[in-house]
């Protein structure tokens, strides 16, 4: 079996059209066709239901599908092993929002000159669905949060930035924390997100009652609305906090059971060793 016609099964399901997927893998529709037709024949089932210019997958094809998915990505990684470098092949690794910018440039950088024949594809994400994906395998590292609780045997991390919480106010307010929060409208860093529970758990801590007016998982809005004096909030001293300070006034929370931990994390028998060390290197030099 050909898994370059999995890989196009694969991406059939996920584009949900045939002409979406011939785009996608560069083909024309009628290839995209043929390698599916042929893939049915070969499983004796049909893969494929139309439902106008979209297609659905079958219950047959929904039950393969793991197994495809997993047998694509072990042909990957035994065409990558037997590749000629320890510095050749493709490292997939997620990041969260605020990382994205302050790590992602300067190491894409220092890798292109240190391992100019690998790959390395990066995939933005919030920290909880990054983590499953680095306990799944979909990833090989991730940047993101310290999750909370043990961290299983099977992974390993390195700590990168360590970052107070802090309660941030537009220049024209005054006060201390916990007035500031009672009193002005209030942005919550989003509970459901990691980040947000560190927030929250403060808030309920220092007994503040104020109702949101926004709910939001993203520090450069939070941050902008701030500077704006559409609001005040408590999030974390995420790394471009600084660059508001003409705008805003920050008032840290000393506490270290408030601190957001920024890490890299990976398996601890990860696929491409090599790639990862120099990764990580790179991100702590």
Known sequence: MDTRFLETLITVVEQGSIAAAAREQLLTPAAVSQRIQSLEREFKCKLFSRAGNTVQPTNSCLMLLPKAKALVKDTRSLIETTTDSHLKGTLNVGVNSTSLTAYIPSTLQYLRTAAPDAKFS????????????????????????????????????????????????????????????????????????????????????EAITSEPIFDLDSLEIITQLVADNVGVSVIPYWFALDKFKNDINIITIPHKKYQRRIVAISAYHPQQPHLLNLFIDSLRT
């Open 122 to 205: 990066i995939t933005p994400g919030n920290s909880i669905d990054l983590y499953q994906q680095v306990i799944d395998g979909d990833i090989d590292a991730a940047i993101m949060m310290m999750p909370f609780g043990d961290i299983p045997k099977s992974l390993q991390y390195w700590i990168l930035r360590e970052e107070p919480l802090a309660v941030i106010c537009h220049k024209s307010v005054h006060g201390t924390a916990k007035k500031i929060l009672s009193q002005n409208p209030y942005i919550r860093y989003d509970p459901r997100c990691w980040g947000g529970k560190i927030a929250e758990s403060y808030v309920q801590a």
